[in-house]
């Protein structure tokens, strides 16, 4: 479904967002019960054009009503959001530390995927493509919170232990979780970056 929301309809152009953008547009206006046009341009960063578009598309799948009164979630809005929010949810500010590779870091979890990770450079180059200066993941097994592929040396520095129990905090993960923690120049394209990664390795 978020998939064709952010495809082309024909004859128009490719649209200038992407499927972040519209999770967090269903966040958004899940959260706050109805928004207009201008409050969700400023919080997404996209211009108005942009989110006139976003939300033409957004209507054209049944996802949202839009009246005089503001844009609200339709009954099956509400219900990709509670089933995409099951899989993929948080969106917490993470310091920058030798975990992160940015300024601005905001980790989202993954629900039960470790199994479609390899290396993490899937993710990173997901992030990458978003706009983001890349991505860290992180699984967690055994009740700790590991990186793929690489040794666990870097796990063991006082400021990353630090940032891997706020997150074990603010997340919740259970086994076979995975952290995805976006990296980018402002908090905006980094939680973008995080949750292009996570929707990408649920594709997986």
Do not use: W
């Amino acid at each position: 479904m978020i998939e064709r929301v952010a495809g082309k309809i024909a004859p128009g152009r490719t649209p200038s967002f992407i499927e972040a953008h519209i999770l967090k547009a269903l966040e958004v206006i899940g959260e706050e019960g109805s928004v207009g046009r201008i409050r969700l341009s400023r919080i997404l960063g996209l211009g108005e054009g942009t989110i006139r578009t976003l939300i033409r598309h957004l209507k054209r799948e049944g996802l949202i009503e839009v009246s005089r009164s503001g844009i609200t979630l339709s009954e099956l809005g509400r219900s990709i959001l509670a089933d995409v929010t099951d899989r993929i949810s948080g969106a917490v500010s993470v310091p920058e530390s030798p975990l992160t590779v940015g300024p601005h870091n905001v980790a989202v979890l993954v629900r039960g995927s470790s199994a479609n990770v390899r290396y993490g450079v899937e993710q990173r180059d997901a992030a990458i493509k978003a706009g983001a200066l890349g991505a860290t993941t992180l699984l967690f097994k055994g009740g700790r919170l590991t990186i793929p592929g690489l040794a666990d040396d870097i796990l063991e520095n006082s400021e990353v232990k630090a940032v891997c129990r706020t997150l074990i905090i603010e997340l919740n993960p259970s086994e076979d979780d995975v952290i995805i923690i976006g990296s980018a120049m402002d908090e905006r394209t980094a939680e973008v970056g995080a949750k292009t990664a996570a929707i990408e390795l649920l594709k997986g």
